[in-house]
Every structure is written in structure tokens, then in C-alpha cells.
């Protein structure tokens, strides 16, 4: 018998992840969204991949440049998670924000703690998503501490003491 809608979603919230805003741009249109579904692939070649909802506005932007960022959010960007997961204004997404085009043309976003500017080798349907795979062709760290999500709530790192 097929796992429950329940069942899956239950279980996906026992899994940590850190969150992305993925972002592109194509002519004059600029567009992000969050996202936790994003992982790395390969190390040589580096590669790594996110899973958006095909509904996802952001997917159309992606199809037509070929090439996203993924921007890997601090610890203070939980309003900027909300702003990009948010439908209500969702034109209005980097209006104040500051941000800049990277190596890719795609935005990158002040104050992350890592972007990593990719161009798109592959795309995989997958049921009611879609997977692109996007090859690495720069990647900027910062400093500072990383946002988490679990159990459908923001979370921070919080060391375990060993011993
Ligand atoms: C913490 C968090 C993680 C999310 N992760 C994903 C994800 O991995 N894939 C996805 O399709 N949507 C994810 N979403 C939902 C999208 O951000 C949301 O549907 C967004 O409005 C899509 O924007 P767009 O249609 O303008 O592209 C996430 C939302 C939140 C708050």
C-alpha cells in the first residue's frame, strides 16, 4: 500500500535542511524563490541540483535564461525566506533588497552566507516537480551562521556537545 500524504509529510519534517532563495533573470525579468529542496550532486563535476514545484513562476524565468543562483541564507534571513516564499506581492520580491548580478547574470543577495551561480545541464520531471541540475560556475562564501528549517519551523545551529 502507497505511503499516505500524511505519512510522507510527517516524515519529510524529520529532515533538517538549510534554506535557498533561487533566483534568475531573463531579459528585464528578475525573479527568486525559496527553497529548501537543494543539494549537492557532484563534486567533479560540481554540480548541484534544486526541486521547485512545476507550478512555480520561477521555473519559467529558469527555462528561459538556463541558468539560476542558489543564495544560501543566514540565520537573520527568515523574512527574506517568507518574502520569497509568499504569493501576496510577489512581483514586488526584491523590491528594497539588495542584491547584485553574479557570474551568471542571476541575483545575488547581500548578507548570505554563500551563492552558488550556476548554469543548467539537465532538468528532470519528477512527479508534481521538476529537478534542475546546474553546474557551478562560481561560488561565494561569507561569514556568519546558517538558516535551518525542521518540523515546518525556523531553526538555528545549535552545537552538540561531544563526550
Ligand atoms: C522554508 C521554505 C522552503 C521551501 N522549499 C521549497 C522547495 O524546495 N521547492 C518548492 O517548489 N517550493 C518551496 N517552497 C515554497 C515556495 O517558495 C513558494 O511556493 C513560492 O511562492 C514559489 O514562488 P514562485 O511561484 O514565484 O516561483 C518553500 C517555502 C518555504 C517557506
Known amino acids: 500500500m502507497p505511503v499516505t500524504g500524511v505519512e510522507f509529510r510527517t516524515a519529510l519534517a524529520r529532515w533538517a535542511s538549510?534554506?535557498?532563495i533561487v533566483t534568475s533573470a531573463a531579459g528585464d525579468r528578475i525573479?527568486?524563490?525559496?527553497?529548501?529542496?537543494f543539494t549537492s550532486v557532484s563534486l567533479d563535476p560540481p554540480l548541484v541540483a534544486v526541486c521547485a514545484d512545476k507550478t512555480s513562476d520561477t521555473l519559467d524565468v529558469i527555462a528561459k535564461s538556463g541558468v539560476f543562483a542558489a543564495n544560501i541564507l543566514s540565520a537573520d534571513q527568515q523574512a527574506l525566506s517568507n518574502r520569497?516564499?509568499?504569493k501576496k506581492d510577489e512581483h514586488r520580491r526584491f523590491e528594497g533588497i539588495d542584491w547584485r548580478a553574479g557570474a551568471t547574470g542571476s541575483p545575488i543577495l547581500r548578507g548570505v552566507l554563500a551563492a552558488l551561480d550556476c548554469r543548467v545541464v539537465a532538468s528532470h520531471d519528477a512527479g508534481d516537480h521538476l529537478i534542475y541540475v546546474g553546474s557551478v560556475e562560481s561560488a561565494e562564501v561569507f561569514c556568519g551562521e546558517p538558516l535551518l528549517y525542521y518540523g515546518g519551523a525556523y531553526r538555528?545551529?545549535?552545537p552538540v556537545e561531544v563526550g
Open 31 to 37: 525573479h527568486g524563490m525559496t527553497v529548501s529542496a
Open 156 to 158: 538555528a545551529v545549535v
Open 18 to 20: 538549510g534554506v535557498t
Open 84 to 86: 520569497f516564499a509568499s
